[in-house]
């Protein structure tokens, strides 16, 4: 059968230009046309429009309709046409999401599809996905995170801040919204943190958490054995050595101190709960990249420690988003620390010969690896390819309340993830409201959708919008511009943006989402 013949892993999606595709490619492409219409069977343009349109769509998902027809130098009407032929078909539609450089970007956009709709039209639903910072202080001082690090909570506000937590929580709809616990400051610094997971966790969300685990010792264990009710956890990794580590944390001893706090958690979730994930992140900085496969090493010391069963389960990696760097930043000056820059093309040429590495590394036979949207490119061997961003004259007036907000200690909701840290200079204007005894999450968004003119956005705003608030908002606009040319996405080339996933998962760190 032609299905079983051997294809060539796809590699003309993977070329910095559309190729012909190869023989075996042709063949199957050609055999989804004939079940479409026997007509174009043998029409060679259908065939390369078709294999076109799904090289595009493989390598960049924002792609626009209007971009596409102009592209080809086809009409409306064939353009439909043509889409309608990838839809239907499974073998063009896994080419696109699963076999191309935008596979992660496709990853994080089917679920959030289902919401375009109200999103364009600024209707409220229930966020699909909401951040939780429950931090109360931070230890660290990290060149790349964007807080104020002068900032912290009054310990009076957790008491408080925990119940309006609870609050939110028990508002959501496990079947269709997901949250995950991070910071705005480090998670593990509020001290009933473990109420808040068990309450969630007993509510049906499964709840992931993201900490640098210098809190994460024996005694905290032993006061919060709640932690255990996690659905994952993962660890913020800033170094492989004592000079690492103090070179980006500016703290003495942090590596130490996190290498046996990782030890430690693993022998206990062992014991108590073997399903809870365990996983590290590693941010790719300039300053830190050539240590990755060092990176391996320390993995393998620490599950070298674990005496009782498996030990680390994934380990993400993350390209740097956007460094706060140098004293020129008007917006982030007054900070402790810096870093000097972006990875170069040179240094992701680098990264290329470290991830085929991986490959044949044993020791990784078990982990599962994150490589991100951008990173992930990069191990397919493109290198060209940055992380996605908009402008801030493409930033939405109301933002994406639908999708995603984060929730601080105080109650504060704020439309994006990196405007909620405690005071940053200008984040502000995108406090939408607060929940407290008297507003519930529903009465916050609801208020600032209908009873305000939204957000005048300006140049310096995209700061406080991570990797993951320029998707939704890329995905937003691209649906707004594709609707308004006359091809919805109903009309569009890929299915999973019609026929999106539900959300089950808080986040997909420790297996790929399709």
């Known amino acids: ?3 079983n013949k051997k294809i060539d892993n796809n590699k003309w999606l993977l070329s910095s230009e559309f190729k012909k595709p190869d023989k075996i ?6 055999a989804e046309i004939i079940k479409f219409s026997k007509e174009y069977s043998a029409d060679s343009n259908i065939l390369y429009l078709i294999s076109k349109i799904t090289y595009l769509f493989a390598n960049d998902p924002w792609l626009k309709q209007k971009e596409v027809q102009s592209i080809l130098d086809i009409d409306i009407k064939t353009l439909k046409t043509l889409n309608e032929i990838i839809r239907k078909s499974d073998y063009l539609q896994n080419l696109i999401t699963k076999s191309g450089t935008a596979n992660k970007y496709w990853q994080t956009i089917s679920p959030f599809c289902s919401k375009i709709d109200s999103s364009i039209n600024n209707k409220f639903e229930y966020p699909m996905r909401i951040a939780v910072y429950p931090g109360v202080s ?5 060149g790349f995170c964007g807080r104020n690090q002068k900032e912290k909570y009054p310990l009076s506000s957790v008491n408080n801040g925990n119940k309006i937590f609870k609050k939110i929580l028990s508002e959501l709809d496990p079947k269709n919204s997901a949250i995950s616990i991070s910071g705005g400051l480090e998670p593990l610094t509020n001290p009933d943190l473990g109420d808040i997971i068990k309450f969630a966790s007993d509510h049906g969300l499964r709840v992931p958490l993201i900490t640098n685990a210098h809190s994460l010792t024996e005694n905290y264990l032993k006061k919060n054995p709640k932690l255990m009710k996690l659905d994952s956890l993962r660890v913020s990794l800033y170094g492989i050595d004592e000079k690492s ?4 944390t500016t703290v003495k001893k942090s590596y130490k101190i996190v290498k046996k706090n990782c030890i430690n958690f693993l022998i206990k979730r062992n014991k108590e709960n073997p399903k809870l994930k ?17 990176l391996i090493d320390f993995i393998d010391e620490i599950n070298s420690e674990v005496n009782n069963g498996p030990g680390i389960n994934f380990l993400s990696l993350r390209d740097d988003f956007d460094t706060v760097t140098g004293i020129s930043d008007k917006q982030d000056h007054d900070r402790k620390y810096h870093l000097d820059g972006l990875l170069t093309d040179e240094d992701r040429n680098n990264l290329l010969d470290v991830f085929k590495s991986f490959d044949n590394d044993k020791r990784l036979k078990n982990l599962h690896i994150d490589y991100g949207y951008a990173l992930h490119s990069i191990k397919l061997g493109v290198l060209g390819k940055t992380l996605k961003k908009v402008t801030y004259e493409n930033m939405r007036t109301f933002g994406h309340t639908q999708m995603s907000v984060c929730i601080d200690l105080y109650g504060d909701v704020f439309l994006y993830r990196e405007a909620g840290f405690l ?6 204007k995108f406090i939408i409201g607060r929940v407290d005894n008297d507003n519930s999450l529903k009465e916050v968004i609801e208020n600032f959708l209908n009873n305000t003119n939204g957000i005048i956005n300006e140049k310096n705003d995209i700061r406080f919008m991570d990797p993951f608030d320029h998707v939704l908002t890329s995905l937003i606009n691209q649906a707004e511009n594709d609707k308004n040319f006359g091809i919805p996405f109903e009309d569009g080339p890929v299915a999973c943006r019609i026929f ?5 998962l808080g986040n997909s760190w420790y297996k790929d989402a399709f």
Request: charged share 15%.
């Open 1 to 3: 059968m032609l299905q």
């Open 25 to 30: 490619s042709i063949e199957l492409i050609n």
């Open 138 to 142: 931070c230890m660290y001082y990290c």
């Open 245 to 248: 580590y103090e070179f980006i």
């Open 278 to 294: 365990f996983g590290l992140n590693y941010i790719i900085l300039k300053e830190n990249y050539h240590n990755l496969p060092k």
């Open 423 to 428: 005071n940053r200079n200008g984040n502000k």
């Open 500 to 504: 999106s996933q539900k959300i089950n």
